[in-house]
């Protein structure tokens, strides 16, 4: 079984550009979450996702983050403007779905690091 | 304000000897606790869960300790390994679905 795909796995990029990351979730997964880890720390919600209705976007700075789940598979995280906080690890899980026990457990991918210079 | 702590940034350990991971939380709607592990330039890799109605989760190396009336659990690696070495997130939810809060990790260095 094909785990959680993001591309790319780096970028580098100067405060005020914008970016765009790609997540493809494991097949069947219903639930798709996006994480922010500043290093040091653990990785924090920006977005969850069930199919492609937002569950959860409490957290996500709505000024310059941006993020869709077309036709309830693939999603894309956008930032722009950049600032340097934004520099991060961003990380892409997937899920069964919600109300089942097994759905606690949520399988990340690799992640993308960004850089803001 | 951390609902989820690790105390302990960094652990070594010789291989072979147990290794303890600690962490603590401050929510009491959390119901479910997970183990990640993360090796550099990976995404974390779900290792081991404990629901809030137990007490005590093991999977063979692995073993998760609860203790509810003091908002701690532990994870327990025996015998360790050097491959074990990675840094190591407690993680826990108030419902299925829902977003995982973690702690900020602890390292674990096994030594051969």
């Known amino acids: 079984e094909a785990g959680v795909a993001q591309s790319p796995r780096y970028k580098i990029i100067e405060k005020r550009q914008s970016v765009a990351f790609w997540c493809n979730p494991i097949s069947g997964h219903a639930t798709l979450y996006w994480y922010q880890q500043i290093l040091g720390q653990g990785p924090k919600l920006l977005i969850q996702f069930q199919n492609n209705g937002v569950v959860d976007d409490s957290q996500l700075p709505k000024d310059r983050f941006s993020a869709e789940r077309l036709k309830g598979v693939d999603s894309t995280l956008k930032i722009q403007p950049a600032k340097l906080e934004d520099s991060a690890v961003y990380l892409c899980?997937?899920?069964?779905?919600?109300?089942?026990?097994?759905?606690?457990?949520?399988?990340f991918g690799p992640g993308t690091r960004l850089t803001v210079t | 304000d951390q609902q989820v702590k690790q105390n302990s940034p960094s652990l070594s350990v010789q291989e072979g000897r147990i290794s303890i991971l600690n962490c603590d939380y401050t929510?009491?709607?959390?119901?479910?606790f997970l183990w990640y592990k993360k090796y550099p330039a990976e995404g974390p890799t779900f290792l081991i869960s404990i629901s809030s109605i137990k007490d005590k989760n093991e999977d063979g190396r692995f073993t998760v300790f609860l203790n509810k009336s003091a908002k701690h659990l532990s994870l327990h690696i025996v015998p360790s390994q050097p491959g074990d070495s990675a840094v190591y997130f407690c993680?826990?939810?108030?419902?299925?679905?829902?977003?995982?809060?973690f702690g900020k990790g602890t390292t674990l260095s096994v030594s051969s």
């Open positions: 993680a826990a939810a108030n419902q299925a679905g829902t977003a995982l809060i």
């Open positions: 899980a997937s899920s069964l779905g919600i109300g089942r026990r097994v759905t606690y457990e949520q399988y």
């Open positions: 929510n009491s709607m959390f119901d479910y």
